[in-house]
């Protein structure tokens, strides 16, 4: 029969002298003495002319005899234990390893570290039975185990202590303070034996053990999809000087749904060459497994993005020209830099940037800009100052109360809105704002040369900041073109809206479903622009100064133009127009046939090549047809909207030639419908078609699901940036990267679930800000 202890009170169990870290009370009581020297005859008190030093005295008792000192388990004693434990007292690592394993006690100052939890294939940390002193065989003691077990929630009891963490601004060290742990493992020894205590090393293992569980799946699905993978990539720069690029993947699943998910976030550790970026960009798709499905590539414009392009094609055996797609927002933001600034923008912002200039010598660098300029110096000097922005927010509400308009009295007062170089046409955005706030202006100045002039009352040195000298003032001509250069700009906002999408069908307010970021749309927003800019050019003389506005708005246009001509680089732009059912080749007839008919045989070439040579004779499965495809049309239209409306509607119904000979290609060019005009997501059109076109609409579906900009991966960057606050400064590149890739893929449907602890920025500031190795990457949180 096994020897083991009576059955403890479960009120006994949870008493101070059993709970793990708590040291015994140092003297026995009778009854313990008692029990000691019956076992041990011929022993006593031990008596020692100093204090022991060791942690074990805390747990144990010294006795002696003539020949020998031992040291007596306190913890066995009390627990009444059949065999307490004793060990020679001239060595403490008997008893140390016995305090451990029995009754999972440890050095509570921290000072030598906690065994690990398995040593030879053996289990060293204790269990709640060990601990305890519970036998398995016991009915009674075995329920209370299970008990025990069952009533502890690692995940929750850690994010238990990263609230309290965050909610009372420890420090994340303060998790690791033993006498802390001591605490929990006194009130529940579950959190020592599940290993539960929370880490600085903590996050990390989450999110490997996440992405190593659910990468093979995510691969698997890859590998199934129906089309191409389309890749953007772009890098961001942390405040110290680091580089992630974010690879975010674009893609149909097999239920013809479009997918984006991000591949990774590595760290450009060395110089941001193309060599090194292509480098790192090949790594990410090589370990996916997908070389074999890449289609295009939406970058920026910067240099080393060619170079990286070069490498890449060479690597994976394509025409690196042909499937790199430039970033729409990228191009306009340049457009718009010229429309704003004039010439020399690139020497403009180069010398902003060296030296961080002092702010009056920057202040006068901006006053060479005209209007704008003067705009963006008095944003600056109002964000600097708490005085300035609540006074006017201050304006605002005197001006809100005093209305009897309910509408106006609910408003809430708005703050002024930097531009900046992360966000596309944020200068818009600075002008828009700017132009809301012109009523409290002239109130604001006058108020703030007060305020100023009482501060300085008394003081040798009262000249005015610089936003308020005479020549910094906004007038009457500069808000004027303000005003003008916002109703353009306006036009720019809304293609950038709708090119940002990412592919995906989304219901309007307004009942249509509507396909927002299509590669579709391109060509359409480059003539709409390229309209607008010559509408605004014959209209320049109702401007204030119309020779330096018709200079500006002419730099604006050549630029954009420039560009344009660059679309015949890669046949996607005109391949995704031209498959468009309300588009087809019936718009490049009216935008080209009177300059430019060249243009349209050089369109029709590439578009024929792109056919014969990748679709044409490819091997494909065809899926049932889901039926016509009419979409409903808006009732609300942006001037995008109505340029687009006007040149869909011209398709005039053709009949279908039968002729065996004709592949699907030439016989879907006769193949019109007068519903066509009405389609508004040629992605749903063309996955309608898909029994009937086979491979005309794979090499459409895989032409219109490029991403017109690289949109998701500043989404990316501004997540990453939530992730971050400027005071918490020390967190790992790469766990980063693996939070991010992991709750792209969650988003997406690909995995089930992660832990919520990777899944809230809110527990995840303090976890990443000392969690680092390298402990110096940040990004720039305003995007």
């Not at 994976?316 to 020399?344: E, S």
């Not at 706030?437 to 604001?444: R, S």
């Not at 303000?482 to 999408?501: C, K, M, P």
């Amino acid at each position: 029969m096994a020897n083991h202890p009576s059955p403890i009170p479960f009120d006994s169990v949870l008493s101070v002298d059993n709970k793990p870290g708590v040291p015994f009370d140092w003297n026995p009581t009778p009854e313990e003495e008692a029990r000691i020297f019956k076992r041990w005859q011929g022993f006593t008190i031990a008596e020692r002319s100093k204090d022991t030093s060791s942690w074990v005295w805390e747990y144990g008792i010294e006795i002696q005899s003539p020949k020998t000192r031992r040291w007596i388990c306190r913890p066995c004693i009390r627990q009444k234990s059949n065999n307490p434990q004793s060990y020679d007292s001239r060595g403490t690592q008997n008893a140390e390893h016995h305090l451990w394993k029995s009754h999972g006690h440890w050095d509570v100052s921290g000072k030598r570290p906690v065994p690990s939890l398995t040593k030879g294939g053996k289990r060293m940390f204790p269990s709640i039975t060990d601990i305890f002193n519970l036998s398995r065989d016991d009915p009674k003691e075995q329920s209370l185990a299970n008990n025990l077990i069952k009533r502890f929630d690692r995940e929750h009891f850690q994010k238990l202590v990263v609230n309290w963490i965050v909610d009372s601004q420890q420090s994340f060290q303060q998790a690791e303070n033993p006498r802390l742990r001591h605490i929990f493992e006194y009130l529940n020894p579950a959190v020592q034996v599940t290993d539960a205590h929370i880490s600085r090393h903590t996050v990390r293992r989450l999110a490997i053990r996440y992405f190593e569980k659910y990468k093979t799946r995510v691969k698997g699905i890859l590998k199934e999809a129906p089309g191409q993978i389309h890749i953007a990539f772009d890098g961001a720069r942390s405040r110290n000087r680091h580089t992630l690029y974010g690879i975010t993947a674009l893609f149909r699943n097999v239920k013809n749904e479009p997918q984006k998910i991000v591949l990774g976030l590595p760290e450009l550790i060395n110089r941001h060459t193309g060599e090194n970026i292509a480098a790192e960009i090949l790594d990410v798709i090589r370990s996916f497994g997908i070389e074999d499905k890449l289609g295009y590539f939406t970058l920026d414009n910067a240099g080393n993005n060619d170079t990286a392009m070069e490498i890449i094609g060479q690597n994976l055996g394509f025409d690196p020209i042909q499937r790199r797609v430039r970033c729409t927002g990228h191009i306009l933001n340049l457009v718009v830099k010229a429309l704003l600034f004039g010439k020399d923008v690139e020497a403009f912002e180069e010398s902003l940037v060296k030296g961080e200039l002092l702010a009056r010598a920057a202040h006068d660098e901006w006053m060479k800009k005209g209007p704008v300029g003067k705009a963006h110096n008095f944003v600056v000097w109002v964000r600097r100052s708490d005085m300035l922005t609540q006074l006017l927010r201050q304006l605002q509400r005197e001006y809100f109360a005093a209305s009897e308009d309910p509408e106006i009295q609910s408003q809430g007062p708005l703050d002024v809105h930097l531009d900046n170089d992360t966000r596309w046409l944020s200068q818009y955005y600075m002008i828009r704002r700017l132009l809301k706030l012109q009523p409290f202006y002239d109130e604001f100045i006058i108020k703030a040369k007060r305020l100023f002039q009482e501060a300085r009352k008394g003081e040798r040195d009262t000249k005015l900041p610089p936003c308020l000298e005479k020549k910094s003032l906004l007038g009457d001509n500069d808000w004027a073109v303000l005003r003008a250069f916002e109703n353009i700009l306006h036009d720019f906002y809304v293609v950038v809206q709708v090119l940002q999408g990412d592919s995906q069908s989304r219901r309007r307010s307004t009942g249509v479903e509507e396909t927002f970021g299509s590669m579709t749309d391109v060509l359409e927003a480059f003539e709409f622009l390229l309209g607008k800019l010559e509408e605004a050019k014959a209209l320049i003389h109702q401007y204030p100064e119309p020779e330096q506005f018709g200079f500006n708005i002419n730099l604006g246009w050549m630029k954009l133009d420039k560009y344009y001509r660059t679309l015949k680089d890669s046949p996607v732009y005109y391949a995704a127009a031209a498959l468009h059912p309300a588009v087809r080749w019936t718009y490049f007839d009216d935008i080209w046939s009177q300059d430019h008919p060249d243009w349209i045989q050089e369109a029709k070439s590439l578009v024929q090549t792109l056919w014969d040579t990748e679709y044409c004779n490819l091997e494909v499965r065809t899926t049932p047809n889901e039926g016509p495809v009419v979409k409903k049309r808006k009732t609300k239209l942006s001037s995008f909207d109505k340029y687009r409306e006007a040149h869909r509607r011209g398709q005039s119904p053709r009949p279908l030639s039968m002729t065996p000979s004709v592949d699907e290609y030439n016989r879907w060019q006769s193949d019109v419908s007068i519903a066509d005009g009405d389609v508004t997501d040629p992605v749903q059109y063309w996955i309608s078609k898909q029994s009937e076109y086979p491979r005309l609409s794979r090499m459409a579906l895989d032409v219109m699901t490029v991403p017109a900009m690289s949109a998701e991966c500043e989404r990316l960057f501004s997540s990453v940036g939530l992730m971050v606050t400027p005071l918490r400064n020390r967190l790992d590149a790469s766990i980063i990267g693996l939070i991010q890739t992991l709750r792209s893929w969650l988003r997406a449907g690909l995995i089930d679930e992660l832990d919520d602890i990777l899944l809230d920025d809110g527990l995840l500031h303090e976890l990443l800000a000392q969690g680092g190795e390298r402990g110096d990457t940040v990004i720039d949180d305003e995007q």
